[in-house]
């Protein structure tokens, strides 16, 4: 089993193999006595690592083991335990058959830019994001958002004393007159230098990329707007005598606005690690959905013998042991056995599903009562638990955010305010008093710096801010800007039954008794039996007999037969409960509660019979019922035009049931994950704005393609996590409350973008010199600062206001 030095490796044999630069040969699959025979001490001493297939010399020190009376050598410790922790899978064959995986690096692509595709992390090139992994799960930490933290801190120390000086004696803190004006100058060249130089560099970087792109946007602004107050700044303390003297402060020192450099990165910088935060937490929806597969699966070999083996190294054709309350570990058929199967996974339904011998079972779903063994069929990859998680990659990634209002602004206000700078220079040096050249250097300086709002880094995250805490209190929590920008506009919502419409757990809602069995009896007998079932319907149903106050004696003789229900012995009686089949097993006439039965079953609810010493003594029927408010938010939500579909994996007569009661508008039944998702999918291609509501795994990859995804808070964690809005209470009106707080918060931006701009657009052909022929004054970089500090102030009070929106 010789191993090549190729370029080729697979990821699968370089991860196997421990050591780099070994790949796996093209021939055949040696069977177990060939592998045996490889492990054999060679002439020259030495003998073949079982596991990767390195040459192992003996009397070195190597790991060894003995397993089943022969030694096995291995190159590393890591070659032993992963023999040790699975034998068979080395012994038998099954590691040549296991099929590899083609090496292939995580490739990046920019949310808003899909067409930007590249190997590692890095900058989007048109818009400046940072790019994201393609699979939705990155690697490690997220090294921009603690590299970003880092240069956050540092310019929030520096804006701190910055600020002290420059605007102190406005509050009564006469700090420069205690330094002097000569040491403060330098003091504040000192703070800002290490900003700008270095906190700001990633900034300048997008900044001259999107020049060099001609996608001019927000980092435009910044880098021009903070380039020329730094590089003024600089100018004016080291070369104060450039300066004419009408620019001069009365201590004749030539006014800096270092301040205004630092205090721009530091705002930005907020508004970016709040972003970054937020959009790290869109790989936890995939976290949880690759928990929801154990990490180890017990193999049954050809000899019979039982072990955990780890994932990874199941193949297709293994025997697995499932037992109960255990997850099944990949996509098989039942082999052996009968039980009830959690697929709530998959069909969001809280009742289990009967399994017995040659039925499919899926990865992921729960193992409920029966002990199982199942044939492994799709492994890695190819199991739908893998499918899902796919969908809900890949949509999250195509979820581009809204292009942001300040970036479709700065691509015409950034080309209008470099003109009007190079316009002003050129005036004041060809029209200009002496010394021309310097008022021309002040008047264009002074326009970039006016033009670059600091205001623009928090007109966003001031509001998102205030909105997410005033959403909180209203029960509604955002988890990202684009979900509320998204929820203002939605024209359609699609909605997932159980626990979203529905409570999500059965009760007990219909009593029925035939002949002269009292409802008293009939409880009694019905609660004694289902109190020994583990089965979700009998929760209900006991509960529903405790609530009616009927006491329970215990049953005697009790059996459980899979797929029917449950019979025994009650005060001397026998008693049988369960379907259709189960009486026609116990030779009961259903004649007289057939067509009651067949009502029930049209209203959604699951109707059971009870039979006592032979004959039919009654029905109870189980449901899951509709929340209570649930008919008032679809109303509410018609009248603001939002067409409701519901998209359930329940039957369609139980779906059909609930959507007449509640009025919704249509009715997709019988659908799993895969079909949510194209459903959310071809009603977008249509043109709608959707939202998707859900609480379930089986919601996970619709709730990531929606435009929003509302997720109920008494849900899964992985809907949670795949929602970009969240709904504490799991109330339906929690949906009409986020509308209106959406609506509110798209309002308040839009206000904040004015103020960010309105002053600074003012200030600019003031500050280009038009008002120096009737005045005589030319706008001083000081008063352009001013105006961007009280845009900064006008945009927080404006925020501010969304406390007190009535939801």
């Known amino acids: 089993m010789e191993h090549s030095h190729g370029n080729h490796a697979t990821k699968e044999m370089v991860a196997d193999s421990c050591c780099s630069g070994h790949a796996n040969g093209a021939e055949a699959a040696p069977g177990p006595a060939e592998i045996l025979k490889s492990a054999t001490v060679a002439v020259d001493g030495t003998v073949k690592d ?22 096995f050598h291995f190159c590393n410790p890591k070659c032993h335990d992963r023999f040790e922790a699975d034998p068979y899978f080395y012994l038998s064959g099954n590691k040549a058959k296991k099929k590899t995986v083609v090496a292939k690096d995580t490739k990046y692509t920019c949310p808003m830019d899909p067409e930007i595709v590249q190997d590692g992390p890095g900058t989007c090139p048109i818009c400046g994001m940072a790019l994201e992994p393609m699979d939705g799960v990155a690697e490690g930490p997220n090294h921009e958002l603690i590299d970003f933290t880092r240069r956050l801190w540092v310019s929030g120390l520096a804006a701190i004393p910055l600020l002290v000086l420059t605007m102190g004696p406005m509050v009564g803190l006469p700090a420069r007159q205690w330094i002097g004006e000569t040491f403060s100058v330098w003091l504040e060249f000192a703070l800002a230098t290490p900003v700008v130089l270095w906190a700001a560099k990633p900034f300048f970087h997008r900044g001259w990329t999107s020049i060099k792109t001609w996608n001019l946007n927000m980092w435009t602004l910044i880098m021009l707007g903070v380039g020329a107050a730094y590089a003024y700044s600089v100018v004016a303390t080291f070369f104060p005598g450039l300066f004419p003297d009408s620019l001069k402060m009365a201590g004749g020192h030539v006014p800096v606005y270092f301040e ?27 976290r949880a959905l690759l928990d929801l597969a154990p990490k180890t699966a017990r193999r049954i070999t050809p000899e019979g013998e039982e072990y955990d083996a780890p994932l990874e190294n199941i193949i297709a054709g293994d025997l697995l042991r499932v037992r109960p309350g255990e997850a099944i570990p ?13 697929e ?3 069909t969001g339904e809280p009742l289990p599903i009967e399994k017995n011998t040659g039925d499919p079972v899926t990865g992921g779903t729960l193992n409920k009562n029966g002990t199982l063994a199942i044939e492994a069929r799709q492994v890695g990859d190819e199991t739908m638990l893998a499918q899902i998680v796919a969908m809900v990659a890949g949509a999250q990634r195509s979820r581009a955010p809204i292009q942001g209002l300040a970036d479709r602004v700065a691509a015409w206000f950034v080309p209008t305010v470099v003109a009007v700078a190079v316009t002003a220079f050129f005036a004041w040096l060809v029209f200009g008093p002496q010394p021309a050249f310097v008022f021309a250097v002040v008047s264009a300086v002074s326009v970039l710096i006016i033009a670059c709002p600091c205001a623009l880094g928090l007109a966003t995250p001031m509001s998102i801010m205030t909105a997410t805490g005033r959403g909180a209190q209203a029960g509604v929590l955002v988890k990202e800007a684009g979900a509320l920008e998204a929820v203002a506009r939605i024209d359609t919502l699609v909605v997932d039954k159980t626990g979203t419409l529905t409570e999500g757990r059965p009760v007990l809602t219909d009593v029925v008794t035939f002949g002269r069995t009292s409802e008293t009896a009939l409880l009694a007998a019905a609660g004694a039996l289902e109190k020994g079932s583990e089965h979700p319907l009998a929760e209900a149903i006991v509960s529903g007999v405790a609530e009616r106050g009927v006491k329970i ?4 003789a009790f059996e459980a037969v899979t797929g029917m229900g449950v019979r025994g012995t009650v005060s001397g009686k026998k008693v049988a409960l369960g379907n259709a089949r189960m009486m026609a097993a116990e030779e009961v006439d259903l004649s007289s509660g057939k067509e009651k039965a067949e009502r029930l079953h049209h209203e959604g609810k699951t109707a059971m019979f009870v039979a006592i010493n032979g004959r039919l003594a009654g029905i109870l029927a189980v449901a899951d019922p509709v929340k209570e408010n649930a008919g008032e ?30 009025g919704i ?3 997709r039944a019988g659908v799993l994950p895969e079909d949510k998702k194209a459903l959310i999918d071809e009603l977008r291609a249509a043109g709608r704005k959707v939202a998707m509501a859900g609480d379930g795994i089986n919601d996970a990859p619709a709730l990531a393609a929606a435009d929003v995804g509302i997720a109920m808070g008494t849900g899964t964690d992985v809907a949670l996590e795949s929602a970009g809005i969240t709904l504490l209470k799991g109330d339906l009106s929690a949906i009409v409350r986020a509308r209106r707080l959406a609506e509110a918060t798209l309002s308040n931006i839009k206000q904040n973008l004015f103020f960010a701009f309105a002053y600074n657009t003012v200030g600019v052909p003031i500050a280009a010199g038009v008002l120096y022929p009737l005045t005589g004054m030319l706008l001083s ?11 900064s102030v006008s945009v927080i009070a404006n925020a501010l206001r969304l406390r007190g929106l009535k939801l």
């Open 50 to 71: 079982i596991v990767c297939g390195m040459t192992v010399p003996l009397g070195k020190g190597k790991p060894s083991l003995t397993y089943k009376g022969k030694e």
């Open 344 to 346: 709530s996974m998959l």
């Open 633 to 662: 938010a679809i109303a509410a939500l018609h009248e603001k035009g939002v067409r409701i579909i519901m998209a359930t994996g329940d039957n369609e007569t139980t779906a059909k049931a609930v959507a007449e009661r509640l």
């Open 260 to 286: 205004a450099a630092v205090v721009i990165i530091a705002l930005v910088f907020v508004g970016q690690v709040l972003e970054l935060r937020a959009r790290e937490r869109t790989g936890d929806a995939i």
């Open 553 to 556: 004696s215990p049953a005697g």
């Open 665 to 667: 508008d249509d009715v």
């Open 781 to 791: 970089p000081m008063i352009a600062a001013a105006a961007m500090s009280l845009s």
């Open 330 to 342: 990949v996509d098989g058929v039942i082999a052996e056995g009968a039980s009830s199967v959690d």
